[in-house]
């Protein structure tokens, strides 16, 4: 049952081969039986879920189920859940019960699926290895020596060893992508704007975007159907018609033009990653694929300046965790400033601090033209490259992670280093552009992910040039064998 | 030496909306403590802003109304400080495109001239929360129910160059934003309030001298003493040979004098950047001219028409135009009697007197337009004489009868006119006095006044005092 996709199992549930009870509980069960190991979960929301899912059993007796109803997933701990612990794998946030549900945990919960807890990640959503989060580590199924990624690790490794058929997570220069890519995963990140950020704990705001882990392209159209959509209470969600993802699934590929950005293959790519890149683009032109060489100029301004960028914002962002109203205080401050310095000093991890401040001393008075400005001139460059290259191209294809999963431990003490594992996926967020990374192989054993970037709002094409892939290769359906 | 004062003021006005500038929570004043605090207002993690619309109307009505620059494209940025009643961390406010540009302000000095005031700029923002530092035992508590609630803050160039033309300033934005209906202007509940720049410089030079910063300061006479003592103070400073630093002063009203707050090298730096929850705002020609239209006629041009059409003395049009409450009262008054001399006295005097008296605003006076006109009208038409009016005035005041008229009937004050009814009365005093007849027709002109008095009391003041004046010139001669 496991080993399902999201469309298998609402087929099951529809045909009555299993309730959605039964469903939850053998998920929950593996939950228990692989996490002690993995970390995936922070928290796992067993009554809850058990509650939902009869709840959703009911509703599929009634014949009222839509494609979600009953379906089990996993929820990154970034997404507010009305009465149950948000964390955001900090300690700031240890003891923080939110009296609200995110409007991406309303949409599920609209939809009748089943949340079965809240996932493991990167403190604050910074990181690229899921090392910096308060509650520990996470193992990569496929080699559990190794990180899944970050900062969505826990969401990606619970997909991967199917302790969930699906999840959510969050992507700012990269978090779903490439832990989709280390872990096996189809991991989609949408158009900024695309889907509502409320209660999704910001980390920087023009960046953030919600997204999905799934085993296939299938069923992210299936959860982007439901996570999709103008949302008021976000100014920045836009207002465009969310049309069926999956209506265009089954379009062939005959005349697609593919862009390959010579910079995504530069000397800082794997030569062993490149080399599976390379077969998954072959795969296209069997497919009717046309491959177009196209150039991002800028592509080598995008790493420092989202690293301008997404600090400021994060430096302001996370001003708001004094420890004054909810979250982390410390004990016995003995005055005001005591209070913040102490709470904030002994509440955040050793990450956040280094971003708050980079942030702080980007739009510091006399560094704020130098820095933030600039960096924003460049954020405009680097959009104007997509934008010149979707006149010639429907996708652009690359290397979604320079190189496969790496050790524990390797790069936690290298930031610069770490932030390099993003360079093939940061600049899709400096441009609002929605973004994949679809399984395409193995190199030493370890998953290789190759990274799809449409036009804005493309995602149905997106979905549809993943989707076709998968029904000629069979990386997507591989799984870990410790976890079978 | 002889000096000059340079002053700037920024003025806060809290704007009158329901609901808060990003937040659907209330903004009435006075609730319970973080009762209308939403978990927007509370900065709680996740949550995202949302503008309220009717800022962006307000902001537009407040350029038009001074005739500035209106901001087509304007922003909100983040402004960066730790203080427990900012609960974000940050303030919303708009830095670089304010929604409202350059503009003007005229105000009438006191020896009758008047001076433009340069405006430079008003954005709009959000205020903080409040600390309250009572009752909790050397901690503090913290009410969030005023954080969020929208605010346009005024720029002034700094051309006022007394303690004096700084409070006509103020006073004449009090009039504008109340008439213009953006803002209720209550200075207690702080919804307007201001920052006084204030700096000093030898007479004639052309550099400004180092100016102080004066905050929060909530009344129209503090902000004139606030502003004098701190001039004083600097003047006193330089010629004592010290030198005025750049500081934020706190005025204290008790003990009449400013004290700093903080230092230039203190302040915080901001870090002022746009903020990427909310998206910049741009607005229509069109949207512009409908916001025009709801404008209201404004205090000036009141003022003036008041003068042309009504013959007013500017003055008396000053003083009622200054609320567009008043003025709106003494235009029905004026309309309904007829008299502009008769209205403009009974509304600047009787009127005000007891509203004075009972600190009562002009809206909530039991003596309504309508029933002043028609006692007016009484008067006019001589059903009562002036003094009875104002019995009269007084039982509506009370809630004694539905109007003038039924006053009038159920106090039997109506005026007698029955000549033969007078003429009695004028007999009787006559036949009663005959010393005064004597001295009058000996020459003694004062003593009509003698009889008039006593014939006006034997009539309890009913008698026509003109027809009476007439009867008893012809009864005596």
């Known amino acids: 049952m496991h080993n399902k996709t999201i469309a298998e199992l609402a087929q099951g549930l529809k045909k009555g081969d299993f309730s959605s009870e039964e469903l939850t509980k053998s998920y929950l069960e593996r939950i228990n039986q692989y996490d002690t190991e993995l970390n995936s979960f922070i928290t796992v929301s067993e009554d809850h879920a058990l509650t939902q899912a009869r709840a959703a059993d009911e509703i599929i007796a009634k014949g009222n189920a839509g494609t979600l109803t009953g379906i089990p997933f996993a929820q990154k701990d970034i997404f507010c859940t009305?009465?149950?612990?948000?964390?955001?794998?900090?300690?700031?946030?240890?003891?923080?019960?939110?009296?609200?549900?995110?409007?991406?945990?309303?949409?599920?919960?609209?939809?009748?699926?089943?949340?079965?807890?809240?996932?493991?990640?990167?403190?604050?959503?910074?990181?690229?290895?899921?090392?910096?989060?308060?509650?520990?580590?996470?193992k990569n199924p496929w080699n559990t020596q190794t990180v899944p990624g970050g900062s969505s690790g826990g969401s990606a490794a619970a997909v991967a060893a199917r302790l969930a058929p699906a999840s959510t997570g969050t992507d700012t220069g990269g978090s779903i992508r490439q832990p989709a890519a280390l872990c096996g995963l189809t991991g989609l990140k949408p158009t900024y704007g695309r889907v509502s950020r409320y209660g999704m704990i910001a980390f920087a705001s023009s960046l953030d975007q919600a997204g999905t882990f799934t085993q296939t392209a299938e069923d992210s159209a299936l959860m982007l159907n439901v996570m999709s959509g103008l949302d008021e209470k976000d100014s920045t969600s836009v207002d465009k018609e969310v049309p069926d993802y999956t209506a265009n699934l089954n379009q062939d590929l005959k005349g697609l033009k593919i862009g390959l950005p010579k910079e995504y293959f530069d000397e800082g790519l794997n030569a062993d990653v490149a080399k599976v890149v390379e077969e998954a683009i072959a795969e296209y032109k069997k497919l009717g694929a046309e491959i177009v060489d196209i150039s991002l100029p800028n592509s080598h301004l995008s790493v420092p300046a989202y690293y301008v960028i997404a600090p400021a914002e994060c430096s302001s962002n996370l001003s708001r965790f004094d420890g004054v109203r909810f979250g982390y205080r410390c004990d016995e401050p003995k005055d005001l400033e005591d209070l913040y310095k102490r709470s904030r000093g002994e509440g955040f991890g050793d990450e956040v601090k280094r971003r708050i401040m980079i942030g702080t001393y980007a739009l510091s008075a006399g560094y704020y033209d130098a820095y933030y400005l600039k960096a924003q001139k460049i954020r405009r460059l680097i959009s104007d490259d997509f934008v010149a290259a979707f006149e010639k191209v429907d996708v652009i294809m690359g290397p979604t992670s320079p190189e496969v999963a790496f050790k524990a431990g390797e790069k936690s003490n290298d930031p610069v280093s770490m932030y390099l594992s993003d360079i093939y996926t940061i600049a899709t967020n400096l441009a609002g552009l929605p973004g994949m990374s679809v399984p395409c192989g193995f190199s030493n054993n370890m998953p290789v992910g190759l990274q799809i970037i449409g036009n804005y709002f493309d995602e149905s094409r997106l979905l549809n040039v993943a989707h076709q892939y998968q029904q000629t290769t069979d990386w997507h359906s591989q799984m870990p064998e410790a976890f079978k | 030496?002889?000096?000059?004062?340079?002053?700037?003021?920024?003025?806060?006005?809290?704007?009158?909306?329901?609901?808060?500038?990003?937040?659907?929570?209330?903004?009435?004043?006075?609730?319970?403590?973080?009762?209308?605090?939403?978990?927007?207002?509370?900065?709680?993690?996740?949550?995202?802003?949302?503008?309220?619309?009717?800022?962006?109307?307000?902001?537009?009505?407040?350029?038009?109304?001074?005739?500035?620059?209106?901001?087509?494209?304007?922003?909100?940025?983040?402004?960066?400080?730790?203080?427990?009643d900012s609960p974000k961390g940050y303030q919303t406010t708009q830095m670089d495109f304010p929604i409202v540009g350059k503009g003007s302000l005229t105000i009438d000095l006191e020896d009758g001239t008047k001076k433009v005031i340069g405006v430079t700029r008003a954005h709009l923002e959000e205020d903080a929360g409040k600390s309250l530092h009572e009752d909790f035992h050397g901690?503090?508590?913290?009410?969030?129910?005023?954080?969020?609630?929208?605010?346009?803050?005024?720029?002034?160039?700094?051309?006022?160059?007394?303690?004096?033309?700084?409070?006509?300033?103020m006073r004449k934005m009090h009039s504008l934003v109340r008439y213009i209906g953006i803002s209720d202007g209550n200075m207690q509940e702080g919804s307007f309030r201001c920052d006084a720049n204030v700096s000093v410089r030898p007479k004639g030079q052309k550099e400004f001298g180092t100016r102080t910063e004066l905050k929060n300061i909530n009344s129209f006479r503090f902000v004139e003493r606030a502003i004098n003592i701190e001039i004083e103070r600097q003047i006193d400073l330089i010629e004592a040979g010290g030198k005025v630093v750049q500081e934020t002063r706190l005025y204290d009203s008790d003990k009449n004098e400013t004290r700093s707050m903080r230092s230039k090298e203190e302040a915080n730096d901001y870090r002022y950047f746009p903020c990427p929850d909310l998206l910049p705002?741009?607005?229509?020609?069109?949207?512009?001219?409908?916001?025009?239209?709801?404008?209201?006629?404004?205090?000036?041009?009141?003022?003036?028409?008041?003068?042309?059409?009504?013959?007013?003395?500017?003055?008396?049009?000053?003083?009622?135009?200054?609320?567009?409450?008043?003025?709106?009262?003494?235009?029905?008054?004026?309309?309904?009697?007829?008299?502009?001399?008769?209205?403009?006295?009974?509304?600047?005097g009787e009127l005000s007197g007891y509203l004075n008296k009972e600190d009562m605003d002009i809206t909530a006076s039991p003596v309504t337009a309508e029933m002043l006109a028609l006692l007016l009208t009484r008067i006019k038409d001589n059903t009562i004489s002036g003094k009875i009016a104002k019995q009269v005035f007084e039982a509506m005041w009370k809630g004694e009868g539905k109007d003038a008229d039924a006053v009038i009937e159920s106090k039997g004050l109506k005026q007698i006119t029955d000549t033969g009814a007078i003429e009695a009365i004028v007999d009787e005093i006559i036949a009663a006095n005959p010393e005064q007849v004597e001295q009058f027709k000996a020459g003694k002109e004062k003593v009509l006044g003698f009889f008039v008095g006593q014939c006006m009391k034997a009539s309890k003041g009913k008698a026509n005092p003109g027809q009476l004046n007439q009867l008893i010139r012809d009864k005596l001669k």
């Not at chain 2, 659907?24 to 605090?37: I, K, L, R, V």
């Open chain 1, 82 to 138: 009305n009465g149950i612990k948000t964390t955001c794998g900090s300690k700031m946030l240890d003891n923080f019960i939110a009296p609200y549900d995110a409007t991406v945990v309303h949409n599920f919960n609209q939809a009748g699926s089943v949340m079965l807890g809240k996932t493991n990640m990167d403190e604050f959503a910074m990181g690229s290895s899921n090392e910096t989060s308060f509650y520990g580590g996470v």
């Open chain 2, 281 to 348: 705002i741009k607005i229509s020609e069109k949207f512009v001219e409908q916001v025009r239209a709801t404008l209201p006629e404004l205090p000036d041009a009141k003022k003036q028409r008041f003068v042309d059409s009504f013959g007013l003395k500017e003055d008396d049009a000053a003083t009622i135009t200054s609320n567009r409450d008043m003025a709106e009262y003494f235009e029905t008054v004026m309309e309904k009697c007829g008299d502009a001399k008769l209205a403009t006295n009974w509304v600047i």
């Open chain 2, 1 to 84: 030496m002889e000096w000059e004062t340079v002053i700037g003021l920024e003025i806060h006005t809290q704007l009158a909306t329901k609901s808060k500038i990003f937040s659907g929570a209330a903004t009435a004043y006075g609730a319970e403590p973080n009762t209308q605090a939403c978990a927007v207002d509370l900065g709680l993690p996740g949550v995202l802003p949302v503008l309220n619309k009717e800022v962006i109307s307000m902001g537009v009505k407040f350029g038009l109304a001074l005739d500035a620059e209106i901001g087509m494209t304007s922003a909100f940025d983040r402004k960066n400080y730790f203080y427990p």
């Open chain 2, 139 to 169: 901690m503090t508590g913290i009410d969030l129910n005023r954080a969020g609630t929208p605010l346009l803050e005024i720029v002034s160039e700094p051309d006022m160059c007394s303690a004096k033309e700084a409070v006509a300033y």
